[in-house]
């Protein structure tokens, strides 16, 4: 009997039909996953399985976990059911994790649940071997550490470790990597391969990204509009892919090659020189964030930042937009010493990666995307901002008529056209796009990086391209810097980076980056070893 089964599960909310139809099923020491674009019904399977919905939500069909039919359990039983069988893992550990309580009360609440019996002594020493299972030692790491000390990658570690305290027979992962950088999303998944291959466990993976899945996946489930599309195992998925989704889905994942010429003499509009940034510790101490970063930018010319977490890139975007000062260096924009003057400010504005955080909940689009205007000397009146702002909407391929919409009414995709919107509104020399597509799926990124190079052709606008993501910065940059320790260690022609790494540390982020072409060749290979 299959360790979890769906069969004909269907899933209506308020009388709108979420998921129709779902059958598969998960084994033991198997790793499952389901893939498809926000909206897709891939994240409301999960929360079925946990029986974690809404109110007015209503379910037919059957789920099955092991000999147990979950549908019809009380509230009560469930919670037996979440604190022995089944492990959750959420996609931002931020909202997961509580603030004000250590990352050890935490783990040790998980596991006093599932083992009630257990005395304090035992829980303490169960939670300090979860940390380490999950490669947080207790040296390091100790249990009255709280969430904001740690960096997203060791957050993400903890929620595991609460997941798997209670020694589950299916872990469910709803976007476990999206927003980690390569190296540490390369960890992740690794752990959780671990934890299936050690404890047999199976592993629900949701993901929006083929090319994640594509390496670690026995099984691959594609789904659309709440129904399951295609499936098939890894294996041989990719090389009969039936349906146009799927294939549309597999275009969007791969490396296609960007890059444009930008001609040796044209007008640099960002330099920066030697630019350094100190911060102070306790005492007399500094860290050093930025080091004797030095690069320029040309207009018409789309430049990646890249590099892991801590490596210094966000501090470097902060200097650059003038909202932090530096210790030694200039930078110059359009030919002018900058350092945070109203009057150049309006050159360079910036796209963040979660517009919803960056918007202001109760403003409407008007007032969200006319707000860059108190840069400017001389400001338009009522009517002219009014029809700027459509103008700036009818470019980012939005509706005129969405004007007096909330940022609550939109999704993730039209939200960042929105953000990119209100950058524009000034008509500035260079964006700043500070992880803008990392959050986003596979499918929706490719659209705002098709519309980011229409309008950096159309509008001679430049991009300053900062990422963790190397497959995103390959796709739209036509040089790269590479950041490590507030040095930049390489930087070049997009291309040549690529092909040619001379840096150990630029390799280490290309072979951690999710590549589904390489994924497919290695699958290839595996099925030749088994047919000799």
């Known amino acids: 009997m299959s360790l979890l089964k769906l069969q004909d599960l269907c899933l209506s909310i308020h009388g709108e039909k979420i998921l129709d139809k779902i059958n598969f099923s998960v084994e033991s020491g198997q790793i499952v996953a389901v893939v498809g674009e926000s909206g897709s019904g891939k994240s409301m399977t999960a929360s079925a399985v946990m029986q974690l919905l809404p109110d007015g939500a209503k379910m037919d069909g059957s789920i099955w976990l092991d000999d147990q039919e979950l549908l019809g359990k009380s509230e009560k039983e469930m919670c037996s059911v979440r604190a022995n069988d089944i492990g959750m893992i959420f996609q931002e ?55 904001h000390k740690l960096s997203g990658g060791q957050r993400q570690r903890v929620v595991i470790a609460i997941a798997i305290s209670q020694n ?6 709803d976007e476990p990597t999206t927003a980690l950088d390569v190296t540490t999303q390369a960890k992740i998944i690794e752990i959780l ?10 592993l629900l993976l949701i993901s ?31 090389a009969n892919m039936k349906h146009e989704y799927s294939k549309k889905l597999f275009a969007a994942s791969r490396q296609n090659n960007g890059g444009k010429f930008i001609e040796d003499a044209a007008e640099i509009i960002l330099d920066v020189k030697n630019l350094t940034k100190d911060y102070k510790l306790s005492g007399k101490e500094n860290f050093r964030a930025v080091n004797n970063v030095s690069f320029s930018l040309k207009r018409g010319e789309n430049l990646g930042l890249v590099g892991e977490s801590g490596c210094g890139k966000s501090t470097l975007s902060r200097c650059i937009l003038g909202v932090e000062d530096y210790s030694e260096g200039s930078i110059s924009i359009n030919g002018k010493a900058f350092s945070g003057q109203k009057e150049l400010r309006r050159h360079i504005n910036v796209v963040f990666q979660d517009p919803y955080g960056s918007f202001n909940p109760r403003h409407t689009v008007e007032r969200l995307v006319a707000e860059p205007f108190y840069l400017l000397e001389s400001q338009p009146n009522a009517t002219e901002r009014r029809a700027k702002v459509k103008d700036m909407l009818r470019h980012v391929g939005l509706e005129e008529t969405d004007i007096d919409k909330y940022p609550h009414e939109f999704s993730g995709g039209q939200r960042q056209r929105i953000a990119i919107a209100r950058a ?3 008509e500035p020399s260079i964006i700043l796009l500070d992880e803008a597509t990392s959050a986003l799926d596979v499918l929706i990124r490719k659209q705002i990086l098709e519309l ?12 300053l391209f900062i990422s963790h993501d190397l497959s995103t910065v390959k796709n739209i940059t036509d040089r790269v810097l590479v950041m490590k320790d507030g040095v930049i260690i390489e930087q070049g022609n997009t291309q040549e980076i690529y092909q040619n790494p001379q840096h150990p540390y630029t390799k280490s982020l290309l072979d951690a980056t999710p590549d589904i072409k390489k994924a497919i060749k290695k699958l290839r290979n595996n099925l030749d070893d088994n047919i000799i």
Request: charged letters at 25%; a negative charge; zero cysteines.
């Open 424 to 426: 524009l509104i000034t």
């Open 208 to 238: 929006h990204d083929l090319a994640v899945v594509a390496e670690v996946a026995d099984h691959i489930i594609i789904m659309r509009n709440g129904v399951i599309v295609e499936e098939g195992d890894t294996a041989t998925f990719f």
């Open 93 to 147: 550990p931020m909202t997961a994790l509580n603030p004000v309580q250590t990352i050890g009360n935490q783990i040790m609440e998980a596991v006093k649940v599932a083992e009630p019996k257990l005395s304090k002594d035992e829980v303490r020493q169960k939670a300090e071997m979860m940390l380490r299972r999950v490669e947080l030692p207790q040296s390091r790491f100790p249990l009255n550490t709280y969430p």
């Open 168 to 173: 589950p027979k299916l872990l469910i992962a």
């Open 452 to 463: 980011l190079e229409k309008l950096s052709e159309m509008l001679g606008i430049s991009y």
């Open 193 to 202: 391969k671990k934890f299936v291959e050690k404890d047999n466990m199976g």
